[in-house]
């Protein structure tokens, strides 16, 4: 099989290296990180009129009709540079919510302003209680007139501070872990009863408490189907996982350079410690762990749209393993190789290593997906 980029991925794969060289040192990101918003708005634009927020939006939309390759590749590049700006949250997550679940109504009104750059997206579905179990959902949705009344707290939304639109789980019937009866809806971030915490995560992104007390929402603020949300949360966190093991392989394989070229040019005893034989051994043990990880990445990218249900949720959930478990072993290996430098918040082989620790925990950890996959 044969798993080159076409001409089209090609470029936009160098515009995404383009990027990430221009913009992202280490400096720079240390500068976005501690601004107000957490990213740049100049950069927001930038994507945008790249086309980069609409890439796998059909051009109805505003998009350029890419897939999942096309996240792929972008997803992999903004690894390579630590990128801060929500298009996780916005275009993988939210985006990908409202295209495979939304109505004609509610795609013509928010897609195309999603791929200008105008609305920004995110997704509360974690609560204190649920870990990572989608369908644990306690927070509710009674009904009013021809709406919804929403009261309840979603933790860790990627991006909320900066979002328009939050897209929330609630329930609209059954029991706290029963998987019917759960709905998304779609909430402006600024309605009334609208609570939003925002602050920084370990990784230097941005997450928020998301508080909701009494918030009125319309019958057209239902995303997808009520009582049957938790299918549209399964296939968009499959999305979004194979996305960020593409973001992880973007990461492992800048770990990889900087720790070889680290040791091109560290000198002990007279002579670059590169030189040392068992040195070399755990550089190539890294870049197993690399290439090992990409080929999960690449097998749960081409299996999204798989029609077998099973072959589909394994691949994801080996993605996760295999990235997960890698992930750790590079992260480890390549701060020790760095020596007391690695430790240190100057490099940035740390800042790579923290982000990697956060996507291993989004959605579920290694370990969980170990017993998902053996039980699938």
């Known amino acids: 099989m044969d798993f080159s980029l076409n001409e089209e991925q090609q470029l936009l794969k160098d515009s995404v290296d383009r990027f990430v060289r221009e913009n992202y040192e280490l400096s720079q990101r240390r500068e976005l990180v501690a601004s107000k918003d ?12 790249l086309g980069w927020l609409g ?26 540079g630590l990128v801060v700006e929500p298009y996780y949250a916005t275009a993988v997550m ?38 990572y179990d989608l369908f644990d959902v306690e927070t509710a949705a009674k009904k009013s007139g021809s709406g919804y009344i929403l009261s309840g707290h979603k933790g860790v939304v990627i991006h909320g501070g900066s979002a328009d639109k939050i897209i929330v789980s609630a329930r609209t019937g059954g029991a706290t872990r029963d998987k019917d009866g759960i709905t998304l809806f779609i909430v402006d971030a600024k309605a009334q009863g609208v609570t939003v915490r925002d602050y920084q ?29 938790l299918a549209l949360m399964n296939d968009v966190a499959r999305r979004s996982m194979a996305a960020l093991s593409a973001e992880a392989v973007g990461i492992m394989d800048t770990m990889q350079t900087l720790t070889n070229e680290y040791l091109q040019t560290r000198e002990q005893f007279g002579r670059p410690i590169g030189k040392f034989q068992v040195l070399q051994h755990r550089m190539v043990d ?47 290996n390549a701060i020790q190789l760095h020596g007391g430098m690695g430790m240190t918040d100057e490099m940035q082989i740390g800042h790579y290593f923290k982000r990697l620790a956060m996507i291993d925990v989004m959605f579920g950890d290694h370990s969980y997906h170990l017993k998902r996959y053996v039980t699938l």
């Open 286 to 332: 890294i870049l197993i762990g690399c290439e090992e990880s990409r080929s999960s990445m690449l097998v749960a990218t081409l299996r999204l749209d798989d029609e077998d249900e099973v072959r589909r949720e394994k691949a994801v959930s080996a993605a996760k393993v295999k990235i997960g478990q890698s992930g750790q072993f590079i992260g480890e």
């Open 201 to 229: 995560t370990i990784d230097g992104l941005r997450a928020a408490e998301v508080s909701l007390e009494n918030v009125e929402v319309g019958a057209d603020a239902v995303l997808g189907e009520v009582d049957g949300g």
């Open 38 to 49: 957490g990213f740049s708005r100049d950069h927001w634009a930038t994507m945008a009129e």
């Open 55 to 80: 890439a796998t939006l059909p051009e109805e939309y505003g998009g350029i009709g890419g897939g999942p390759a096309e996240a792929m590749v972008l997803m992999e590049g903004f690894g390579r």
């Open 94 to 131: 939210g985006g990908n919510l409202i295209l495979q679940g939304g109505s004609d109504e509610q795609k013509a009104a928010l897609l195309p302003d999603m791929a200008e750059g105008k609305l920004m997206l995110s997704f509360g579905y974690a609560e204190r209680q649920s870990r």
